[in-house]
T-cell receptor
Framework: GENVEQHPSTLSVQEGDSAVIKCTYS??????FPWYKQELGKRPQLIID?????GEKKDQRIAVTLNKTAKHFSLHITETQPEDSAVYFC??????????FGAGTQVVVTP | EAGVAQSPRYKIIEKRQSVAFWCNPI?????LYWYQQILGQGPKLLIQ????????DSQLPKDRFSAERLKGVDSTLKIQPAKLEDSAVYLC?????????FGEGSWLTVV
């Protein structure tokens, strides 16, 4: 089955700097890669997703890149703000369409 | 648009007791999921329904966990008897297509 690895597990950035989270996956048939943001005690919320026929997607300060050959994808947050502090999860669908999550990255944005 | 509704939000039980969680998905979503999220980890799929049929329950501990979705809408997840390691957030989610939307979760503490 699909195995998704996510790095780093924690990330501390100064407000205004950029944050990058990287994920790798194992199933070459995976074709959908969402990113979720989870604030403490809240539900995971989809912030951006990308499909395998696209290499990059951007939405305001958030962008995701996908390298299918290397089987890795990354989340980029620019001009970070304190409200970006949360746990971020990457995920990938396996060949059965089941979504497999990474272990999460705790992002802390310090003023 | 109403989101995924779950109840109860919080539950504390003693080991060997039973507990049931209820979920109402987003209207019109045929696919319903139950995930288990242990503190500090990503969500792990327990069971996936398509309408009222089970698509995947390979990671459901069937000796103690059961789930049903009798009319293809609401779903219940039951644990009996509970163990200490079942302490987690139980997230219900639904989808129509690739995007999965999560409920706020039911927090279970087994003491």
């Amino acid at each position: 089955g699909e195995n998704v690895e996510q790095h780093p597990s924690t990330l501390s950035v100064q407000e205004g700097d950029s944050a990058v989270i990287k994920c790798t996956y194992s199933d070459s048939a995976s074709n959908y890669f969402p990113w979720y943001k989870q604030e403490l005690g809240k539900r995971p919320q989809l912030i951006i997703d990308i499909r395998s026929n696209v290499g990059e997607k951007k939405d305001q300060r958030i962008a995701v890149t996908l390298n299918k050959t290397a089987k890795h994808f990354s989340l980029h947050i620019t001009e970070t703000q304190p409200e970006d502090s949360a746990v971020y999860f990457c995920a990938a669908t396996d060949s059965w369409g089941k979504l497999q999550f990474g272990a999460g990255t705790q992002v802390v944005v310090t003023p | 648009e109403a989101g995924v509704a779950q109840s109860p939000r919080y539950k504390i039980i003693e080991k060997r007791q039973s507990v049931a969680f209820w979920c109402n998905p987003i209207s019109g979503h045929a696919t319903l999921y139950w995930y288990q999220q242990i503190l500090g980890q990503g969500p792990k799929l327990l069971i996936q329904f398509q309408n009222n049929g089970v698509v995947d329950d390979s990671q459901l501990p069937k000796d103690r966990f059961s789930a049903e979705r009798l009319k293809g809408v609401d779903s219940t997840l039951k644990i009996q008897p509970a163990k200490l390691e079942d302490s987690a957030v139980y997230l219900c989610a639904s989808s129509s297509g690739d995007t999965i939307y999560f409920g706020e979760g039911s927090w279970l503490t087994v003491v």
